[in-house]
């Protein structure tokens, strides 16, 4: 049988289901999870666990009959959880790591698989290397039930729901949360989040909260194209004033504010070092992904606090979390882990941190911004996916690193960037910035400027010089 090389991207392995996400490949996959298990730890367990995907719990089974099969102990989910729910799980009941059956934010054709460590966070990527290069191209998939290893005490079955929910109701004031005077409208996307949220928060309007693993054929990502039922519901009814969204595992966060107005990523990080700093006062690093907006390093020298750029890649910023005092770690994409919780993006946990943020100080988002904004300017950040051939995705990716390009239309500028991807630093004090996507046919443009007419316009420009 000839097998195609199964490689780890950004965030986990992701494929499209039945052309490459089979249920052979996810045995291989677990094959070689296990022999690095046995290889770091002596009896290690793991804990498994699927989002609402298509397939999800065939695959997820299909993970822990393999592990057990191979003499690794798995802690199995009942029903569906968010990633943040394994990772909690694993730090909770001390396991040596997680599986995640979940594509995440990828169009509903796709699944993939994401690995946690024992810390409550992505996997190191050492580990993820090594666990990579010991993916066998042959495996032999067990025929026996999930009962035959249950009865021989390798897999027990866990409830990660209840865990996390247990956990969560110790770090909010849930009784101020169900008095305050801004009503919430949550839209789970039809992702792992929709169970969680209607128990935390009975009161919240919530929408798209029900099972479709074909996500009603729309990707799960938490961004404003994809959210439009959620804002026109905001700004049609009054006493909603914050609107909430997380994408298919639960780990994204998405926001709106009580004019139905789109809160990006750079914004909600930016809410959440001022909050946790100047109101809560915690210290710490604050940790950012290669594509979000330098104001962030604005407050944070007004504040005192040190930054750290890393790679994009939640695993990057959680690695650093696990070894040094973070305060903040974040992406552009809308993952983002904050200090007293587990290293690790969740969307639910950081909603409830703002929301609890405007019910203490009785401020609506649009207020609670202007306060950063008084601090780091206004700015205005947009991002555009194009989906292209490859090679043509690499063809443009190599120009931009070679020096290829020298300005964009009308636009100029004064340094570049490789961290990950080319950024390029505007003369007009914008950016914009050039990366490939890891896991789909898909070359990302960022751009920020100082009005929406100005960074959209940056967009058009770049479009016309690379295509």
């Not at 209607?198 to 959210?227: I, M, S, T, Y």
Request: with cysteine.
């Amino acid at each position: 049988m000839t097998t195609e090389k199964i490689k780890f991207g950004t965030d986990g392995w992701r494929a499209i289901i039945a052309l490459d996400f089979t249920v052979y490949n996810v045995a291989r996959v677990s094959k070689g999870q296990a022999d690095w298990l046995h290889k770091t730890f002596s009896s290690p367990t793991v804990v498994v666990g699927h989002d609402c995907r298509f397939a999800g719990q065939l695959f997820a089974e299909t993970a822990a009959k393999v592990l057990c099969a191979n003499g690794v102990k798995v802690l199995l989910s009942k029903g569906f959880v968010s990633t943040p729910m394994i990772s909690l799980g694993v730090l909770l009941l001390k396991a040596q790591q997680g599986v995640v059956i979940t594509a995440s934010h990828n169009p509903p054709s796709y699944n993939g698989y994401k690995l946690k460590g024992a810390h409550g966070g992505p996997s190191s990527p050492k580990d993820i290397a090594a666990v990579e290069a010991l993916i066998p191209e042959e495996v032999e998939v067990p025929s026996q039930p999930l009962s035959y290893y249950e009865e021989k005490g390798m897999l027990e079955y866990v409830q990660l729901e209840d865990l996390y929910v247990d956990y969560v109701k110790q770090k909010f004031d849930f009784d101020a949360l169900a008095k305050s005077p801004f009503k919430m409208a949550y839209d789970a996307m039809f992702g792992a989040g929709q169970n969680v949220v209607r128990r935390l928060l009975p009161n919240a309007v919530l929408l798209h909260c029900d099972d479709n693993p074909g996500f009603h054929g729309q990707a799960p990502e938490p961004l404003d194209k994809n959210l439009q039922e959620l804002s026109k519901t905001i700004a049609s009814t009054p006493e909603i004033k914050i609107g909430l969204a997380t994408d298919g595992d639960a780990d994204r966060i998405g926001l709106y504010n009580e004019d139905g107005e789109f809160v990006d990523a750079h914004n909600i990080i930016l809410l959440l070092i001022h909050y946790l700093h100047k109101y809560k006062g915690l210290s710490g690093k604050v940790v950012i992904a290669f594509s979000v907006t330098d104001r962030v390093k604005k407050l944070c020298e007004h504040y005192g606090l040190p930054v750290e750029v890393t790679a994009i890649g939640f695993k990057y910023i959680s690695e650093i979390m696990v070894h040094e005092d973070v305060l903040v770690g974040g992406e552009e994409s809308g993952g983002i882990a904050i200090k007293g919780h587990i290293p690790e993006r969740d969307g639910v946990f950081d909603g409830l941190e703002l929301y609890a943020f405007m019910t203490q100080t009785g401020k609506t988002l649009k207020e609670l911004c202007e306060e950063v904004y008084a601090i780091v300017g206004r700015f205005v950040y947009e991002r555009n996916d194009l989906t292209i051939p490859n090679d043509k995705k690499i063809a443009i990716i190599n120009k931009a690193e070679s020096g290829g390009y020298t300005r964009f239309g009308k636009y100029e500028f004064n340094r570049v960037e490789t961290i990950d991807g080319v950024k390029y630093h505007l003369t007009n004090g914008g950016w914009m910035m050039l990366r490939a996507s890891g896991t789909e046919p898909v070359l990302r443009i960022y751009a920020e400027g100082n009005s929406k007419e100005e960074t959209l316009d940056i967009l058009e420009e770049v479009k016309k010089e690379i295509l």
